[in-house]
């Protein structure tokens, strides 16, 4: 595992899904990239039963096809973020606590698409949806021999714009640079990289779609 970078990609001429994917996939492959099997990424979002709680707190629930055996969580409090890393038996111990906790299943978003490798980078175009809605598309790259953002995101930069051109700033995204409530004090781009940072960064994005109305073209189609 190594740092990972997400990066939406704007849908300016209202494709599909899938075409977006295409028009992707055959720039990665030009590079020289195999694709190598497909990848998920889906987060489930739970919410506290008012009578439960004073102050409702929101559970979010993340399965990535790369940890097949585990799940992550991330527990919003209103004032901070508490993650944590379990293993399969927190699917059935998160539907034990729905007399505490209920979901809103249309509000269940998954990234999901072909995985290519190069050398040692590994991308992954998703198809974001919600819901079957199409929402857009996102694209994770992962540059495997580092671990400290800081000392990659140059090369990861430089990498993604190869295939994507100018839609990748130069800036390395806010979610290293910016306080958040699970590291308010903390600059993440000189820290080493977890899984759960890409987990983090999926639940940022997944958040920002959820907000969007819907596309004119549903992406979904064939």
């Not at 739970?46 to 969580?73: D, R």
């Not at 991330?74 to 729905?98: C, N, R, S």
């Not at 072909?114 to 050398?119: K, M, N, V």
């Not at 080493?192 to 073209?217: A, C, G, M, W």
Request: charged residues 15%; hydrophobic residues 40%.
């Amino acid at each position: 595992m190594g740092v990972t970078i997400l990066q939406p990609f704007p849908n300016l001429e209202n494709k599909t899904g899938p075409s977006i994917i295409d028009f992707l996939s055959k720039r990665v492959i030009a590079l020289g990239a195999q694709q190598v099997g497909h990848f998920l990424v889906d987060c489930e979002t739970y919410t506290s039963v008012p009578q439960m709680s004073v102050q409702p707190k929101v559970v979010h629930v993340l399965h990535n096809s790369e940890h097949p055996a585990s799940v992550f969580s991330i527990l919003e409090t209103g004032t901070k973020q508490i993650a944590l890393v379990a293993d399969l038996l927190f699917d059935l111990l998160i539907l034990k606590m729905t007399p505490a906790y209920t979901s809103k299943k249309q509000t269940k978003i998954e990234s999901k698409g072909p995985r290519f490798e190069l050398g040692d980078f590994v991308i992954k175009l998703g198809i974001v949806s919600m819901s079957q809605t199409f929402k857009g598309v996102m694209v994770e790259v992962e540059y495997r021999p580092c671990l400290i953002p800081s000392m990659c995101w140059d090369l990861i930069r430089e990498f993604m714009q190869g295939f994507m051109g100018s839609h990748v700033t130069n800036i390395i995204p806010p979610y290293f640079t910016t306080p958040s409530m699970m590291a308010p004090n903390q600059n993440k781009q000189n820290d080493i990289y977890q899984p759960i940072d890409t987990v983090q960064q999926y639940l940022e994005h997944f958040s920002n779609y959820r907000k969007l109305s819907n596309p004119p073209i549903m992406g979904m189609r064939n």
